[in-house]
């Protein structure tokens, strides 16, 4: 059984999906610890709801990014996560998380990145007029949104959508793709290629995986 983390900021409906899917037993996995940057937000009383520890660890108590995360880093360790899901996690992280958790700390955007990175990418998604977006996981590195992929699922924008619409549409295919790809870690599937010049490749049972909206 695999030992997941979440950090999250707000309303934590992918926390849900992950804490939904290891009590129906479609991941064999259990999430042992849930640590928030911000105080009374949703997440944490669907922690509470699962009876999953969690705690509110402010960034603003910390005199830099480093030091912040070392204080992750030893809330996960006594915890004894084993995989770090962030999920709605609205800050950069440092080599001080990365480095404790190699390969081993993921993140759910919602846009295909490497379009509309950073804040709202529903939104920019909506502003820039693309006909097709959707949401990406990937292995977190130092950068905003630059990982490599772990997999992407397609949804396409609809005439009359605004960002509510879109964001609930994309929103469900992130919980479905979270799930999966939180799977494949469960089962040992992933594989990190390194190659000299080139950006880091993630293999799952040696292909590649898209996902496309099952709805209209
Ligand atoms: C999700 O849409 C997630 O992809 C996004 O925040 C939302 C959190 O929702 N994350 C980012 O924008 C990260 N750049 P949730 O709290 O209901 O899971």
């Known amino acids: 059984m695999l ?3 979440v950090l999250c900021s707000g309303s934590g409906t992918n926390l849900q999906a992950i804490l ?24 944490l009383e669907r922690a509470k709801r699962a009876g999953v520890p969690s705690r ?10 480093e030091e912040y995360d070392a204080v992750l880093v030893t809330a996960l360790r006594e915890a004894g996560v084993e995989l770090v899901v962030l999920a709605g996690f609205l800050r950069l ?14 993140n759910i955007h919602p846009a295909l990145l490497p379009s509309f990175p950073g804040l ?4 920019q ?20 949104d630059t990982g490599p992929i772990l997999a992407q699922a397609a949804v396409p924008v609809l005439d009359g959508d605004d960002r509510d619409t879109l964001a609930r549409r994309v929103l469900r295919q992130e919980h479905r793709l ?18 000299e010049g080139q950006r880091p490749r993630v293999w799952v049972d040696g292909r590649r995986r898209a996902f496309w909206s099952d709805e209209p």
Not at 22 to 33: H, M, N, P, T, Y
């Open 3 to 5: 030992s997941l983390g």
């Open 20 to 43: 939904d899917a290891c009590a129906s037993g479609e991941l064999d996995a259990r999430v042992k610890l849930v640590l928030c940057n911000k105080p009374a937000v949703m997440a």
């Open 56 to 65: 509110v660890l402010s960034h603003r108590d910390a005199p830099s990014r």
């Open 93 to 106: 992280v440092t080599p001080v998380l990365l480095e404790a958790f190699p390969d081993r700390v993921i």
């Open 120 to 123: 709202d990418g529903q939104q």
């Open 125 to 144: 998604a909506l502003a820039y007029g693309v006909t097709i977006t959707g949401c990406t996981v990937h292995l977190v590195d130092a950068g905003m």
């Open 178 to 195: 979270l799930v999966e790809v939180i799977r494949w870690f469960v089962e040992g599937r992933v594989w990190v290629e390194r190659a």
